[in-house]
């Protein structure tokens, strides 16, 4: 066991983040995303939430400052009458942590897809809220 480590951190998560290089991304999905079907690598944590991982992962990860926009989430398909009021959680915890870096990128749902299938992994976790995925680019600790 370790100090100040949040719970919610994984030894695989802990793992993983740590592989991750300069520009690598990774997906944080919510329960609705077919991780296995995108993922080249999936951390499962179920029962979690996004928001909360987010937080617990923002407290290590550098966001990349040679990229405009080092966050994305998957916009909301034209049609659909919803509004993730979960985005303001996540800008909220970004901010908390880096906020000259809190700027996001949206993403229409099947390039979402795509940039998921290149990412150096994906967090599937049991999050209930739709439009609720986000990608984050590593930056450099400096």
Excluded at 51 to 73: C, G, N, S, W
Excluded at 82 to 107: F, L, Q, R
Aim: proline share 5%; with cysteine; net charge negative.
């Amino acid at each position: 066991m370790l100090k100040n480590i949040p719970k919610i951190m994984s030894p695989d998560l802990l793992k993983t983040l740590m592989e991750m290089g300069h520009g690598d991304e990774i997906v944080i999905a919510d329960g609705n995303f077919p991780a296995e079907t995108y993922g080249q690598r999936v951390i499962r944590c179920d029962g979690h939430g996004v928001t909360e991982l987010l937080d617990a992962i923002m407290q290590f990860f550098p966001l990349d400052t040679y990229t405009e926009k080092p966050v994305m989430l998957m916009e909301v398909v034209k049609g659909d009458n919803v509004v993730p009021t979960i985005w303001d959680d996540y800008k909220a915890v970004i901010n908390k942590y880096e906020p000259e870096n809190c700027k996001i990128e949206m993403i229409e749902r099947y390039a979402f897809y795509e940039r998921a299938k290149t990412a150096y992994a994906v967090i599937a976790t049991g999050e209930e809220a739709i439009y609720a995925n986000i990608i984050l680019k590593k930056g450099v600790v400096k």
